[in-house]
């Protein structure tokens, strides 16, 4: 089994359903009393928040390297960053380490593509919606990816994510807005399938919500763990 090296806190929330999930993944697979072997690194989001809206990406990437280097130096095999917006910085990180790093873009690409799915709505973090970062690397991956393109859309899924979601709150209002802007998307632009692209999205959006595919990248990137954790994959 290999040893999965976990950036986390960004938020704390999304970091839950990742420990949760890989052990329970690895367990169902492997039996007994299997868990997986975790290193994880809790950062204060409060602090990378405020670097964030400083725009001092520069020193976000020094210290999620840094971060990533000493999970490396105890132990791990694999670096995993357990939320999207920071893949912002996953070449760099990459650049700095021995190891390799799973990319979440490249993990919910391979489920789209098991479902011929390759025109998609991808929403997230305004960063992540308005960069090129994930959407170039889901378009070397094969897929066509459509965003929204509204200042006023974009404005209020970044609130909700950062106001409600990253502290636990799920609200039916906002809910109900997400639900409207991806129906609208889907009859504007012929979308074949969502990608929710923020690890907490999957808190307020669900399957049952939309009839046509959803993608999680938070579950999609846990699928992959887990398979790289039990050396069923390989990188």
Known sequence: MKTIGIIGGM???????YYERINKGVNEIAGGLTCAKLLIYNVNFEEIRKLMLDNDWDEIGKRLASIAKTLESVGADYIVIATNTMHKLANFIQSKINIPLIHIADCVADK???????????LGTKYTMVE??????????????ITPQKEEVIN???RIIFDELCKGEIKESSKKYYINVIKEMIKENKIEGI????T?????I???DIDI????TTQSHIDAIIEYSLERKLL
Not at 112 to 122: Q, S, T
Not at 213 to 216: A, G, L
């Open 206 to 208: 669900k399957q049952d």
């Open 112 to 122: 789209c593509r098991e479902k011929n799915i390759l025109n998609v709505l991808l």
């Open 200 to 204: 907490e999205i999957e808190m307020l």
């Open 11 to 17: 938020s704390y929330e999304s970091s839950i359903h």
């Open 195 to 198: 990608i929710l692209g923020c």
């Open 156 to 158: 209020e899924i970044d």
């Open 132 to 145: 090129d970062f994930l959407t170039n690397r889901l378009q070397e991956n094969g897929l066509n990816v």
């Open 213 to 216: 595919p959803v993608f999680d």
